[in-house]
């Protein structure tokens, strides 16, 4: 079993999360954000730059019940519509965050080729992590992203779990 989280994260000195988030009407989920005046507690001063983490609205995909393909592009789609504005509003840095949970074998494609040139129009860094993991601990995932006990059961049985 495979679980893919992506994360778009953008950063810039003069980047206004808040601004951006007004302005579009792409639906997201926000992880996480900073203003550039928000007072970083650790020096007792401001950022200094604006950051923004989101997330494709469904949350994850999961190999043999998400379309992984799918999953992905709404990363690119978010992107070929909005790069333009989010560098107009000050992002000098974006990355497309992927996170890999998997337990027995970890066999996956990045980005299918087509996704891949279609993201490589874009200064965008793709790091990852794996991670391997038990099935009770991606059970764990999946019950905090708001599956169902009934749900996760299915998808272990589609697994071969």
């Not at 996480?32 to 005046?37: A, G, R, Y």
């Not at 001063?45 to 994850?60: C, H, Q, T, V, W």
């Not at 874009?122 to 764990?140: A, E």
Request: hydrophobic letters at 35%; one cysteine or more; proline letters at 5%.
């Amino acid at each position: 079993m495979l679980i893919m989280r992506m994360t778009l994260m953008f950063t810039g000195d003069e980047f206004s999360p808040q601004k951006f988030l007004e302005s579009t009407q792409r639906p997201l989920t926000v992880v996480d954000k900073i203003e550039p005046s928000d007072t970083n507690d650790a020096f007792n001063e401001p950022y200094g730059f604006g950051s923004l983490d989101a997330r494709n609205p469904k949350g994850i995909g999961i190999t043999h019940y998400h379309n992984l393909d799918k999953y992905q592009l709404w990363y690119v789609k978010f992107l070929e519509e909005e790069y333009e504005e989010l560098h107009r509003r000050g992002v000098d840095d974006i990355q497309l965050f992927t996170d890999i949970f998997y337990c027995r074998q970890c066999n996956f494609y990045m980005l299918n080729p087509d996704i891949l040139s279609r993201i490589g129009r874009y200064k965008v860094s793709l790091p990852f992590s794996v991670y391997s993991l038990t099935p009770k601990q991606i059970k764990h995932i999946l019950k905090d992203e708001g599956y169902s006990k009934k749900k996760i059961k299915r998808i272990f049985k589609l697994q071969g779990e």
